[in-house]
């Protein structure tokens, strides 16, 4: 299994009910930030999703942080990670036409996605 699969196992067993959410949801966990789920776009073979925590700025403003897009592909049980935003920056995975990629940026952000979800299953988020 590798972690693609790993990966969309953990984000199912955190968000069982991931494909009947209609648009956003929010995951609690008593002493930890939310995290907000929001559902991007959805076809048959893919849907793509945003996870983020939000903390509040001594200014008042709410920032995202972190804050990743992630392609959820049902038929073959895997998930990947399309981009990450925190307060260091933003980086994407695929070019803006899906022609080119940068492996490593896959790499570190699957990576960096698998440990986040383990985290917030620890952690007991929950719908």
């Given amino acids: 299994m590798d972690i693609y699969q790993k990966n969309y196992r953990k984000l199912l067993q955190l968000i ?4 009947e959410i209609k648009s956003a949801a929010k995951l609690t966990a008593p002493g ?7 559902i991007l776009n959805r076809h048959h073979k893919k849907t793509v999703i945003a996870l983020s925590h ?3 700025h001594p200014s008042g403003d709410m ?5 990743m897009t992630i ?7 895997t998930i990947e990670a399309l981009t990450y935003q925190d ?3 933003y980086r994407k995975v ?3 036409d899906l022609m080119a990629f940068s492996p490593s940026t896959k790499k570190e952000l699957n ?6 979800l383990t985290n917030l299953l620890e952690q007991g988020h929950a719908l």
């Fill in 111 to 116: 990576s960096f996605l698998g440990q986040w």
């Fill in 94 to 96: 695929y070019d803006d």
């Fill in 63 to 67: 920032i995202a942080d972190p804050d």
């Fill in 32 to 38: 930890y930030m939310n995290l907000n789920l929001d």
């Fill in 54 to 56: 939000y903390y509040k």
């Fill in 71 to 77: 392609a959820v592909y049902s038929a073959n049980e």
């Fill in 87 to 89: 307060c260091f920056g």
């Fill in 16 to 19: 069982p009910t991931l494909h």
